[in-house]
Structure formats: structure tokens, C-alpha cells
């Protein structure tokens, strides 16, 4: 029912900056909370960001002064502008859509994109 589509990824010299953008599909996504989550070859999935319905946002301590989550309700997308990148930022890159708000079940329901590439590296 909700699809989630990311975009943005690429190959970054260390320091340089992208952004990134997840646009999602339904009619409740200002009651969605959303999150970015980043893998790297041979590591465990990690929380970056996440950003309630209500705006309120929080970070991993990683990335912490140097991405923003930000969301866009008018227009169904969620960002993640990401500064002062360096080598170990090097994953793929993945939004998550938590609709549980929404569905009045007794259990969390989320949905994954497909991710999105970024490569730091001189």
C-alpha cells in the first residue's frame, strides 16, 4: 500500500555534501513517522535519523552535526542532507515508513524502500 522511493545517492570526495530524498506514496504521510537507516557491506543496518509526525527528530551519534532530517508533508518526502561526509558514511541508504499511527493494529507496520547509494572517497 505505501511505497517509498529514494533518490540522491552518488560517489562524494570526503568533506563534500548530498542530499537525499525518500517520496512516499499515501494519503496519511503527515501521520507516518519516518527514519533513514544505512548498511554497509559486511556491517549491521543502523538508525541515522528519524523524524516523528510531530517534527521532533533525533540522530545517531555518528552523524550527529553534520546530517539534518527534514520532512515535506505537502509533498509526501523526507530528506536527509548530509555535510562534512567522510569514508565511514559509505552505505547504502534507506527510508523506513512507520504507518503503525495510522492502522489501529496491535503490532508496528513499516515499509522499506529500495535504497540509495553513496560512495565517499577521494
Known amino acids: 500500500q505505501v511505497q517509498l522511493v529514494e533518490s540522491g545517492g552518488g560517489l562524494v570526495q570526503p568533506g563534500g555534501s548530498l542530499r537525499l530524498s525518500c517520496a512516499a506514496s499515501g494519503r496519511f504521510f503527515g501521520i507516518y513517522n519516518m527514519r533513514w537507516y544505512r548498511q554497509a557491506p559486511g556491517k549491521q543496518r543502523e538508525l541515522v535519523a528519524a523524524?516523528?509526525?510531530?517534527?521532533?527528530?533525533n540522530y545517531a551519534d555518528s552523524v550527529k552535526g553534520r546530517f539534518t532530517i527534514s520532512r515535506d508533508n505537502a509533498e509526501n518526502t523526507v530528506y536527509l542532507q548530509m555535510n562534512s561526509l567522510k569514508p565511514e558514511d559509505t552505505a547504502v541508504y534507506s527510508c523506513?515508513?512507520?504507518?503503525?499511527?495510522?492502522?489501529?493494529?496491535?503490532?508496528?507496520?513499516?515499509?522499506w524502500g529500495q535504497g540509495t547509494q553513496v560512495a565517499v572517497s577521494a
Open positions: 523524524i516523528t509526525n510531530a517534527g521532533s527528530s
Open positions: 523506513n515508513a512507520d504507518i503503525t499511527p495510522i492502522t489501529g493494529l496491535g503490532y508496528p507496520v513499516t515499509y
